[in-house]
Antibody, heavy 119, light 107 residues
Framework: QLQLQESGPGLVKPSETLSLTCTVSGGSISSSSFYWGWIRQPPGKGLEWIGSIYYSGSTYYNPSLKSRVTISVDTSKNQFSLKLSSVTAPDTAVYYC???????????WGQGTLVTVSS | DIQLTQSPSFLSASVGDRVTITCRAS??????LAWYQQKPGKAPKLLIYAASTLQSGVPSRFSGSGSGTEFTLTISTLQPEDFATYYCQQLNSDPLTFGGGTKVEIK
């Protein structure tokens, strides 16, 4: 059974870079069966897909965030990471990492981590 | 981007009721639609994928139907643990998008 766990700072200053890591256990991040994604949810609001990375290393980003987002994989640590640059208050949200098999929806999620953008 | 419109956005129902939630896509997405349930403070839980395939472990009172641009999630007999917010998501094309959510509350 796959388990995902987000980690990273809970407070980021405006204009700085938000950095989060998702540690995967119970399976290999190199598996061709899955892709890995980041989703966020501002307080009291709906879900927004940030981007995904495939086992091949191919990345796909939400165009609304594409200029500020980088998702990468560290296979040696079985982790994948999110970097979001030049953050502002609207980037305050619970950030989730999740995984999916192609076309099936995200079936394993981390517990989520609240990141607040404030000085 | 493909927009997903859920209706209603809020639903008040009683235990034992049959509940139907609709998700409409701004363009055809074949059957590339998933449904999630989210409870306060928790991550979303995948209920249904490919529009009508029940995720393993999900009770059979949940069902999904539709293809193209119109989809429905039905809870045949609402249980106390089903009071939550439900989201649809399209996986037809990037950017992946979610519907705005339907909050199911106790009448």
């Amino acid at each position: 059974q796959l388990q995902l766990q987000e980690s990273g700072p809970g407070l980021v200053k405006p204009s700085e870079t938000l950095s989060l890591t998702c540690t995967v256990s119970g399976g290999s991040i190199s598996s061709s069966s899955f892709y890995w994604g980041w989703i966020r949810q501002p307080p009291g609001k709906g879900l927004e897909w940030i981007g995904s990375i495939y086992y091949s290393g191919s990345t796909y980003y939400n165009p609304s965030l594409k200029s500020r987002v980088t998702i990468s994989v560290d296979t040696s640590k079985n982790q994948f990471s999110l970097k979001l640059s030049s953050v502002t208050a609207p980037d305050t949200a619970v950030y989730y990492c999740a995984t999916a098999a192609a076309g099936t929806g995200f079936d394993y999620w981390g517990q989520g981590t609240l990141v607040t953008v404030s000085s | 981007d493909i927009q997903l419109t859920q209706s209603p956005s809020f639903l008040s129902a009683s235990v034992g009721d049959r509940v139907t939630i609709t998700c409409r896509a701004s363009q055809g997405i074949s059957s590339y639609l998933a449904w999630y349930q989210q409870k306060p403070g928790k991550a979303p839980k995948l209920l249904i994928y490919a529009a009508s395939t029940l995720q393993s472990g999900v009770p059979s009172r949940f069902s999904g139907s539709g293809s193209g641009t119109e989809f429905t999630l039905t809870i045949s007999t609402l249980q106390p643990e089903d009071f939550a917010t439900y989201y649809c998501q399209q996986l037809n094309s990037d950017p992946l998008t979610f519907g705005g959510g339907t909050k199911v509350e106790i009448k």
